[in-house]
Structures are given as structure tokens and as C-alpha cells.
């Protein structure tokens, strides 16, 4: 048995396939985790979703930040914005099963055993690992019982910092932010959202990158994440980020984690959406 971290397929469903064949990928054998953001952008979110719907107990996906952002627009808490590419997913004929089985995803998936823990963006320096978990799964349970909750307050930068006591709307945005939308923190600890670029041109502007703030409590397990187009394929001791820009016209990347030291898998894919 294998098991593969596979990066952002955002809507791409053909490299999606071309990847699998790569990897030999056999769902009686073999597992897939994915980093999140399986739809929007790319020319084929339905197909993306029928595809790993149908992979049953051997994928394991947590949510993205535009997996979200296709759930608010599906529950009427927001609308399709320019560049989405969510229409056909949402006028499908099974529509409400591949949207059921979506909102039932995780935001965070940990594996003890494999010491590896699989999230989309990133974590708030002042959180543990117990602690991030558990903040995952309050967003979790909202979303499985009052969705818009979740959905109505979602959009937004602040708060920018974490505090134990922040509660209801913005406890939960702040949640959502780290675990989905997060790139850089600053010197203090706080959120800096709306950063997009790579380290080497961000020298100078005091951002951090999350999984280099110099007092992050929760290290630990290794974490394999994605989000993060313009930083590529990373890797150290404490993280993997596996975004390496497939539907900007990079490659869709698969990475080996039972196995260490593993080399990346990867496929070109055709630009399909334009960077913002």
C-alpha cells in the first residue's frame, strides 16, 4: 500500500487523471490525501468531485478555501465571483450528493501513526496541534448542523491575531482563515492574508512565512499542506507544501508519504485560470 499527498487540482480533472495513471494509483491498494481546493478556476470541478466521491474510503480531502467559497455560493451566502468556474457543478444532476459529501469533509486530517497531518493553508503560531485540531472541529460540527453560520461570516480579514476568547462570527472566520487561507504571519503573531507572493520577493516587508514564526507552538508532526502557488513545491523537516500551480499552467503534484525522502510526481497541466 502507498499513500500520496496530492496538491491543489482546482477544477482539473484530466491532469487529476494523467496523475493517477502515473502513479499506478489503485483504490484497492493504495490511498490519496488531498490538500484542499479540489474545485473552482480549472474547466472541470464536476468531474474533480464525481471522480474523488468515487474513490470512497481510500481519499481523504480536506477543505480549501474555495471548496468553502463553492458551499456559500450553493447555500445562497454569497455569489460566483469573476474567474469562478463553478456553474456546472452547481446545476449537475447530482449536485446535492457531490455538495453532501464536500461539506462533510474535514479541515484538518491527522495521522498519529504516520506522525503527518494534512491541512490546506496554514496554522496560527499561538496554536498547538490539540489546540488546532480543536478548533478544526468546532468549524466541523457548525458546518455539519447550522452550515451558514459558518458561510454568512466567513468572508473577511479580521481578527487578525489569536485569542482564546474570541467568540461566535469572527472566532470563527479567524478559524477559517488559518486553516485556508493563511500564507504569512508577521512578527507578532498576527494573520497577514493578503500576501501572495513567494519568500525570495517578500524579503524586507516584515511577513513570515506560517511555518517560520519564530515562536510556533505547535511543533510536532509533520504537515503537508497546499494554498500556496507561488512557493512551489517545499519541503523540510516540519512541512510539505505541495501547490506547485496546476491550473495557473504549473504541474499537479503528488508526494509519497510513507515512504521518506520520497521524489515528487508531477504532470504539466495547461493554464487554465488567470492569477490574481
Not at 62 to 90: I, K, M, Q, W, Y
Not at 125 to 136: D, F, L
Request: aromatic share 8%.
Amino acid at each position: 500500500m502507498a499513500l500520496y499527498a496530492i496538491g491543489d487540482v482546482q477544477g482539473c480533472d484530466r491532469a487529476l487523471a494523467e496523475l493517477l495513471e502515473r502513479l499506478d494509483f489503485s483504490s484497492r491498494r493504495d490511498r490519496l490525501w488531498f490538500v484542499g481546493d479540489l474545485v473552482n478556476r480549472g474547466p472541470d470541478s464536476l468531474g474533480v468531485l464525481r471522480r474523488i466521491r468515487a474513490l470512497g474510503d481510500s481519499a481523504i480531502v480536506v477543505l480549501g478555501n474555495h471548496d468553502l467559497h463553492c458551499l456559500a455560493v450553493a447555500f445562497g451566502e454569497s455569489r460566483e465571483r469573476p474567474g469562478d468556474t463553478l456553474s456546472a457543478l452547481l446545476e449537475a444532476r447530482d449536485r446535492r450528493a457531490l455538495l453532501d459529501w464536500l461539506l462533510a469533509r474535514p479541515l484538518i486530517h491527522s495521522d498519529p501513526a504516520l506522525g503527518w497531518i494534512l491541512l490546506h493553508a496554514g496554522l496560527a503560531p499561538q496554536w498547538t496541534i490539540p489546540a488546532a485540531v480543536a478548533c478544526a472541529r468546532e468549524i466541523e460540527q457548525t458546518l455539519q448542523h447550522t452550515p451558514e453560520r459558518v458561510f454568512a461570516g466567513m468572508y473577511g480579514d479580521g481578527p487578525d491575531r489569536w485569542d482564546e476568547r474570541l467568540e461566535g462570527a469572527a472566532r470563527r472566520r479567524f478559524i477559517v482563515n488559518c486553516l485556508t487561507r493563511l500564507r504569512y504571519v508577521d512578527a507578532e503573531g498576527r494573520l497577514v492574508l493578503r500576501a501572495k507572493d513567494a519568500p525570495e520577493k517578500s524579503r524586507g516587508r516584515g511577513w513570515i512565512p506560517w511555518f517560520e514564526a519564530p515562536a510556533r507552538a505547535w511543533r510536532g508532526p509533520r504537515i503537508v499542506f497546499g494554498h500556496w502557488s507561488t512557493l512551489g513545491f517545499h519541503r523540510t523537516d516540519e512541512v510539505v507544501g505541495l501547490d506547485t500551480g496546476c491550473v495557473w499552467g504549473g504541474r499537479l503534484s503528488a508526494l509519497r508519504l510513507d515512504v521518506e525522502d520520497a521524489d515528487p510526481v508531477s504532470v504539466a497541466c495547461p493554464k487554465a485560470a488567470e492569477f490574481d
